[in-house]
């Protein structure tokens, strides 16, 4: 299935929604603006478009295989891996210094965005090095960072993230590998971690493993999570006590090698500790919000080649006279308006969710690198609440849009030769992995809404009342987006102000919709920024700008209005008055 880039589109989110512009003001991105981010996209759309997008298919049919503790990749991985690391793309987003770019990470979002429609398998493993290296950057010392961060840029190396074990899935308190001090400033790990992506293969020299683990004597729980960095082969070039027990068969992303590694079969895993004993969780979070807001652009990358598909086929099959009569007999289905509904279905929920990703990419700028304190707490804030709804929605949002990929096929689509099947499959884990739906609809519930009584929650939905403001002003299609928009905006109020009135009280009542609650706001900033988009486009039109593009965004803004926020009752209603009729059931009549 033929793969092209989203550039243009890609372009005008970052430039119109996501600021990129006023990004080159802040200190160390003053060369990051439109013309660095036009070369950056248009180099890293020939890399995953020639290169990495024609293995996507070659790795569901030969996927990583297991031998005798060793991992050997799809071929044409190592090739492609090597091509995508001496171009220097793992290191966009890094430190120069430690040789990275040193580019924001709303250029570096759009570059993954790219890999992971081109080939969701390969992308997971530069996916992960980019957790091991921010969280490195927040909590490893200067030598850990010398050490580790330069060959994990280089790709001479690549980061796993070992949280998973048998008994501790969405419940991480439940960790129990253990670490004992060495004696020597290091530890000794011994415990099973499971699911771990990437955990072996043969596309590096090296693979440094995050592992979280308990020293002991640490307090039960949490709170008793220290993080240790173990490289598979240490500095002395001995392999250390690691061993790749096997990798899983699965669904979809057959590419990716899903280890079972156990730690310490003989005297223990070498590992040393990263930041401070029992603090590793919240160093792990680091590393699990970039990855999360990475999965989530996952998401997006997907539905956005599933896309691509669906209309291609529907322009072509031929089944059934228009409607319309516009033409004499059997026509192209992408005539038929249900055929139009699906693909616009699509294109508005990958639009939509890109929009939402691309502006909590330039957020997470923002608290990086903006001078001002408070500006920099703001963004902070923001892109923490945003981060669920990145991964939430935009992943369960895939599966949707890449099974739509299917019905526009019709039988064609449910044959594995057309490539929509895989896509499907290879999206069922996105909404599982780095935490489940339910797991990121909790913390949008607690940490996100609760926690700061809403004031995060409260200070979107004021901006999104300017948006309305702007977008009555403007008129035409636009005021028909600004009731939507505003009949969405106030549910959502109404759920915020629900939540925080019961969530102590009643936590049952409140969790039970959380799902529903980061659908209805995910839907909301979605539907709020392509709303924005659809102010730029108009300004742009007014100017006799790119019409065909510009209109474009204008029906498509139209559409999710109304197909999409219009939603939004219904979900305010399942949070606000659904929840007995989830719990009421005995747990015996099930
Ligand atoms: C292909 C693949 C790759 C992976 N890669 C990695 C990796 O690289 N590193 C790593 O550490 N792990 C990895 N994982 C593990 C993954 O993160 C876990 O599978 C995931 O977090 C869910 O845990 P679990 O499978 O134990 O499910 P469980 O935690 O047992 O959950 C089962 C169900 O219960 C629900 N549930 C559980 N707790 C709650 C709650 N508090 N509230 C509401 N609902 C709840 C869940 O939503 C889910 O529907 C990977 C998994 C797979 C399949």
Redesign the pocket.
């Known amino acids: 299935m033929i793969y092209r880039a989203p550039v243009k589109d890609m372009l005008f989110t970052m430039k119109e929604l996501a600021g990129l512009d006023e990004l080159t003001k802040l200190p160390g991105f003053e060369d990051a603006g439109e013309e660095t981010a036009a070369t950056v996209l248009a180099a890293s759309a020939k890399l995953t478009e020639d290169v990495v997008a024609p293995l996507n298919a070659t790795g569901d049919k030969n996927p990583s295989s297991f031998k005798d503790g060793q991992v050997t990749t799809t071929p044409g991985f190592k090739d492609a891996f090597q091509q995508y690391v001496e171009g220097g793309w793992q290191g966009v987003q890094h430190p120069p210094a430690l040789g990275g770019q040193g580019l924001p990470k709303l250029i570096s979002a759009a570059c993954m965005e790219m890999l992971d429609s081109a080939n969701l398998s390969f992308a997971l493993c530069p996916l992960?090095t980019d957790g091991a290296i921010e969280a490195l950057l927040v909590a490893g010392t200067p030598e850990q960072q010398q050490a580790y961060v330069p060959n994990l840029i280089a790709g001479k190396w690549t980061g796993?993230?070992?949280?998973?074990e048998p008994q501790a899935?969405?419940?991480l308190a439940l960790v129990s590998t253990r670490a004992d001090p060495g004696g020597d400033g290091t530890y000794r790990l011994h415990g099973t971690k499971v699911?771990?992506?990437y955990g072996e293969h043969d596309l590096s020299e090296n693979i440094i493993h995050l592992v979280l683990a308990r020293v002991a004597g640490a307090p039960e729980g949490v709170k008793g999570i220290s993080l240790f960095i173990c490289p598979k082969v240490l500095a002395d070039g001995t392999r250390n006590d690691i061993q790749c027990v096997s990798i899983e068969h699965?669904l979809g992303?057959k590419a990716s090698p899903?280890a079972v590694l156990q730690f310490g079969d003989a005297d223990g895993a070498v590992g040393y500790l990263v930041g401070k004993e029992n603090r590793g969780l919240e160093y792990m979070f680091v590393m699990m919000n970039a990855a999360r807001y990475a999965v989530g652009v996952q998401g997006v990358g997907v539905a956005e080649r599933a896309y691509q598909g669906a209309v291609a086929y529907a322009r072509e099959r031929i089944q059934g006279r228009p409607l319309d009569g516009s033409l004499p007999g059997a026509g192209p289905i992408i005539n038929h308006p249900d055929v139009r509904r699906m693909l616009m279905t699509m294109r508005a929920l990958t639009e939509g969710s890109r929009a939402m990703a691309l502006v909590a990419a330039a957020m997470h700028d923002v608290a990086h690198a903006h001078p001002d304190e408070a500006v920099r707490a703001r963004n902070q804030a923001a892109y923490e609440f945003l981060v669920p709804l990145v991964k939430g929605f935009s992943t369960e949002m895939s599966v949707e849009v890449a099974s739509l990929g299917i019905q526009v096929r019709g039988g064609a689509g449910y044959i594995e030769e057309s490539g929509a099947p895989q896509l499907m499959r290879d999206a069922r884990?996105l909404s599982?992995?780095?935490?489940?739906t339910?797991?990121q609809a909790?913390g949008l519930v607690g940490r996100k809404t609760m926690r700061d009584g809403g004031r995060t929650a409260r200070a979107l939905a004021g901006m999104m009342e300017e948006t309305e403001a702007a977008l009555q002003t403007q008129g035409g299609t636009a005021v028909v987006v600004a009731a939507r928009l505003g009949t969405a905006r106030k549910a959502f109020l109404e759920v915020v102000d629900f939540v925080l009135k019961h969530g102590k009280s009643n936590p049952n009542a409140v969790f039970a919709g959380a799902v529903p609650y980061l659908m209805l706001t995910s839907q909301l900033v979605a539907g709020w920024q392509l709303a924005r988009g659809l102010l730029a486009a108009e300004r742009s039109l007014a100017r006799g700008v790119d019409a065909d593009f510009m209109r474009a965004k204008v029906v498509t803004a139209r559409f999710f209005a109304d197909h999409v926020l219009s939603q939004a009752q219904s979900w305010r209603d399942r949070v606000v008055e659904g929840a007995s009729s989830i719990t009421d059931l005995s747990l015996d009549s099930f």
């Open positions: 992960l796993t993230m070992n949280l998973t899935g969405s419940d699911f771990i992506t699965k992303i899903t884990i599982i992995y780095e935490g489940t339910a797991i909790n």
